[in-house]
C-alpha cells in the first residue's frame, strides 16, 4: 500500500511560485498514476494536473495549463507540483492522489493536503 504526505504549501503573493511536492511511502509508486487536486473553500475538490505512472503523458486544468508543472520520479518516489503566476483564485488547500496505472482518470489514494494562499 502507497501512503501519500503533500508539503511545500503556503501564503505567497500574486505573481510568485511554489512548488509542492508529495513523498509517497511503499514499493509501488511507479505503478500508479499520480494527480494533484484542489479544493477551495465553499467549492468542491477539483483536479488541477495528471501525470501518468511513466511519466510519459501529462493533463492539466485549462486555467492553470502554462503556469503549473507537474512531474515525478519514480526513483525517489516523489511528484512535485510547479506552480507559477499564482493567482488569488489558486488559493485551495492541494492534495495529491495516487491511482492505479490501469484506473485511468480513478484515484484511490490520497494526502491530507496542504495549504496554499496566495493574496493580492
Known amino acids: 500500500q502507497v501512503q501519500l504526505v503533500e508539503s511545500g504549501g503556503g501564503s505567497v503573493q500574486t505573481g510568485d511560485s511554489l512548488r509542492l511536492s508529495c513523498a509517497a511511502s511503499?514499493?509501488?509508486?511507479?505503478?500508479?498514476?499520480m494527480g494533484w487536486f484542489r479544493q477551495a473553500p465553499g467549492k468542491e475538490r477539483e483536479f488541477v494536473a495528471a501525470i501518468s505512472w511513466n511519466g510519459a503523458m501529462t493533463h492539466y486544468l485549462n486555467s492553470v495549463r502554462g503556469r503549473f508543472t507537474i512531474s515525478r520520479d519514480n526513483a525517489k518516489n516523489t511528484v512535485d507540483l510547479q506552480m507559477n503566476s499564482l493567482k488569488s483564485e489558486d488559493t485551495a488547500v492541494y492534495f495529491c492522489a495516487g491511482g492505479l496505472k490501469n484506473n485511468t482518470g480513478s484515484y484511490d489514494l490520497w494526502g491530507q493536503g496542504t495549504q496554499v494562499r496566495v493574496s493580492s
Open positions: 511503499g514499493r509501488a509508486f511507479s505503478s500508479y498514476n
